[in-house]
């Protein structure tokens, strides 16, 4: 259905690896904090996967270039994957099935192994997914290697499919592998593997069709659904792309999956789960990364990155739940934020004397800005905005040394007021850097302290305890989490002890305590 397809695809990738990977190294100085830090110019990317303390991901280019990061925010190139098999090329059963490319790899551990799959198409819509196997995916292992078990589904260039972007599934019901795979040129097809080998387990057996009109496929599973995520749109044209993230959904692996309008994928439904935004065009390729403790991420590419010259690259976001559907969250941005508890509804301030906010007013009071008179004579009070309190107004009287946090209702008073911002060079977590929270205004920092609590020291030293880390749940709420908490012995979260009592306490996924709200003050 896009003629143009493999040659602009051949095009793009060949671009990639040679003068915009050189630019998006150049670029690291000036771009936005936002964006994923380090060499993170990929296209086609698999699901992250954490292997040990390590995060690796893989990508279209020669080889199989791996990608890997120490935190899941600063990436780095570490080789191609395919250096560690005999002609560094995929085999000769995968090239006679398909070519010699490497497109679209996707990966997942079954039980002690890695299961790799990719793309190697020929001339299109003749393809092959072939399967590599290893025992670790850190090159510097020992035991690091992978072996070719051959090609795992084909396409022959006739029949109505094209078999590319492998996207592979683990049924948590019962614990079946599957695999999905297919592009714009015919049906998104679905297949049962072994979990023993990664290779079909019944290979007689026709491939069930589960979509069309799409590429770059995967399926999710949660509350007993299955969610069949694809890409829609075109692909490798930088900002030119069209490609969003298509979901539906279905209560058998097998489908039919439906949209939210009840259109079956199968007749080019799908519903949207995330768009172009901002200067960040065209998302695809979704892979679920699941945190545990009720945080899940999803990672994708961007088909142009406007801050970085238009290259395609990787970035990490929050995945939510809403109405049993996915919904693509946001990384939290720079800004000042009121902090909310979304159990008690009292609001994370310095505890000093507050200032109620100007332009009081009681029954029968004054009001500024209202003439003398004007409601004897019958005319409405003419008042005047209260503007926003400040801490350079309020803040002479507060304290130098350290002060303890607490929780109060929201008065719109300057110690409530939380300005939160990246911290450059501290490192970070899947999707974010570490920010510091200060009292907007000030350089006054929330802290940890040695005894698990927190406090709001006079200046940002840097420290760990200072740094914080910040994780959109799944139900939008959002975990917030010192990097360090001294003689801790475990990561803990900021926690409503009560309405007016904040701690740091071992996160709970199923408690509201360590739930905060960001709001706008």
């Known amino acids: 259905m896009r003629a143009?397809?493999?040659t602009v695809r051949e095009y793009n990738f060949a671009r990639l690896?040679?003068?915009?990977?050189?630019?998006?190294?150049?670029?690291?100085?000036?771009?936005?904090?936002?964006?994923?830090?380090?060499?993170?110019?990929?296209?086609?990317?698999?699901?992250?996967?954490?292997?040990?303390?390590?995060?690796?991901?893989?990508?279209?280019?020669?080889?199989?270039?791996?990608?890997?990061?120490?935190d899941g925010w600063t990436w780095r190139r570490a080789g191609g994957v395919m250096q560690s098999l005999a002609g560094g090329r995929p085999g000769a059963d995968v090239i006679a099935r398909g070519g010699n490319n490497t497109w679209a790899p996707d990966v997942m551990k079954v039980g002690d192994k890695y299961f790799l799959y990719y793309s190697a198409p020929g001339t299109q819509p003749k393809s092959a997914i072939g399967l590599l196997v290893g025992k670790t995916l850190d090159p510097a292992s020992p035991d690091y290697g992978w072996t070719d078990a051959g090609p795992v589904v084909w396409s022959d260039g006739v029949e109505d499919s094209n078999a590319i972007d492998p996207g592979?599934?683990?049924?948590p019901a019962n614990g079946s592998l599957w695999l999905t795979y297919g592009s714009y040129f015919g049906y998104i097809r679905l297949?049962?593997?072994?979990?023993?080998?990664?290779?079909?387990?019944?290979?007689?057996?026709?491939?069930?069709?589960?979509?069309?009109?799409?590429?770059?496929?995967?399926?999710i599973s949660r509350d007993g659904w299955y969610y069949l995520l694809v890409t829609h749109g075109s692909c490798c044209q930088g900002a030119a792309s069209s490609y969003s993230i298509r979901v539906g959904r279905a209560?058998?692996?097998?489908?039919?999956?439906?949209?939210?309008?009840?259109?079956?994928?199968?007749?080019?439904?799908?519903?949207?789960?995330?768009?172009?935004?901002?200067?960040?065009?065209?998302?695809?390729?979704?892979?679920?990364?699941?945190?545990?403790?009720?945080?899940?991420k999803f990672s994708c590419h961007f088909e142009a990155d406007l801050d970085r010259g238009g290259i395609s690259v990787l970035d990490i976001r929050p995945l939510l739940w809403r109405d049993g559907w996915p919904v693509g969250g946001e990384n939290v941005a720079a800004g000042a934020y009121r902090i909310e508890s979304a159990r008690t509804g009292t609001a994370l301030e310095m505890a000093v004397q507050g200032v109620p906010v100007s332009g009081r007013r009681g029954?029968?009071?004054?009001?500024?800005?209202?003439?003398?008179?004007?409601?004897?004579?019958?005319?409405?009070?003419?008042?005047?905005?209260?503007?926003?309190?400040?801490?350079?107004?309020?803040?002479?009287?507060?304290p130098t040394a350290p002060v303890d946090a607490r929780l109060s209702p929201y008065m719109l008073q300057a110690q409530q007021k939380w300005t939160i911002a990246p911290v450059a060079n501290a490192g970070g977590y899947p999707g974010s850097p570490y920010f510091k929270i200060t009292i907007t205004g000030t350089e006054r920092a929330l802290a940890a302290t040695e005894d698990a609590e927190v406090q709001v020291l006079p200046a940002f030293t840097g420290g760990p305890e200072q740094l914080w880390r910040i994780d959109q749940l799944t139900d939008g709420t959002y975990r917030v989490m010192p990097k360090a908490v001294p003689n801790a012995k475990e990561p803990l979260a900021l926690s409503a002890a009560g309405s007016s009592k904040p701690t740091l306490d071992r996160f709970k996924a199923d408690s509201d305590r360590q739930r905060w709200l960001l709001k706008t003050p």
């Open 17 to 70: 690896t040679r003068t915009h990977i050189t630019l998006a190294a150049a670029l690291l100085i000036v771009v936005r904090v936002w964006a994923l830090d380090g060499d993170v110019g990929l296209h086609d990317p698999s699901t992250i996967v954490r292997d040990g303390s390590r995060f690796y991901a893989y990508a279209t280019g020669g080889g199989l270039p791996m990608s890997v990061s120490d």
């Open 4 to 6: 143009h397809y493999a």
């Open 168 to 171: 592979v599934f683990r049924d």
């Open 363 to 398: 029954p029968g009071g004054p009001a500024a800005g209202n003439p003398a008179g004007a409601a004897d004579r019958g005319q409405s009070p003419v008042l005047a905005p209260i503007p926003a309190q400040e801490a350079a107004q309020v803040g002479g009287n507060w």
């Open 191 to 219: 297949v049962e593997l072994d979990p023993k080998t990664g290779t079909r387990l019944y290979p007689q057996r026709t491939p069930v069709n589960v979509a069309i009109n799409s590429e770059a496929s995967i399926v």
């Open 251 to 296: 209560r058998k692996v097998t489908g039919p999956y439906l949209d939210r309008s009840g259109v079956d994928m199968l007749q080019g439904g799908g519903s949207l789960f995330l768009g172009s935004s901002g200067r960040m065009v065209g998302p695809g390729h979704f892979g679920l990364l699941d945190l545990g403790d009720g945080v899940q």
